[in-house]
């Protein structure tokens, strides 16, 4: 089943109101955190946001997914740039994975019941 992304869009960042109602300096200062890195100027916000999709992907947070596919576009990212940063996220992931079973073999070594 396909998810309405625009629809699930909309509806995060109306939830995300109501938690701004509660809480405005929680989400204040996450404001703050989102536009701190591009003030360096270093970077082009296509880029910034190319860069948030494929964390977006290895954290695995569908409203980071909704919220910065649209922004990259909006900064004039393309579906094959899109994919060229989706396939880094790819690819790390499965670094991680092998880092991590790195220490699965390791801990492994170190028992002393095997």
């Known amino acids: 089943m396909m998810q309405d992304w625009n629809g699930y869009r909309n509806?995060?960042?109306a939830?995300?109101?109501d938690f701004a109602k509660q809480s405005p300096d929680v989400?204040?200062?996450?404001g703050a955190l989102d536009v701190a890195p591009a003030k360096t100027g270093h970077l082009e916000p296509k880029i910034h946001e190319l860069i948030a999709l494929a964390v977006a992907v290895t954290t695995r947070c569908d409203g980071c997914i909704s919220v910065h596919t649209k922004k990259a576009v909006d900064n004039g990212a393309s579906l094959a740039e899109?994919?060229?940063?989706?396939?880094v996220a790819i690819s790390l992931n499965a670094g991680a994975a092998l880092t991590y079973s790195a220490r699965v073999m390791e801990t492994y070594s170190q028992l002393e019941n095997k």
């Open 11 to 13: 509806d995060v960042l």
């Open 15 to 17: 939830r995300v109101g």
């Open 27 to 30: 989400v204040r200062a996450l």
């Open 82 to 87: 899109i994919s060229e940063a989706l396939g």
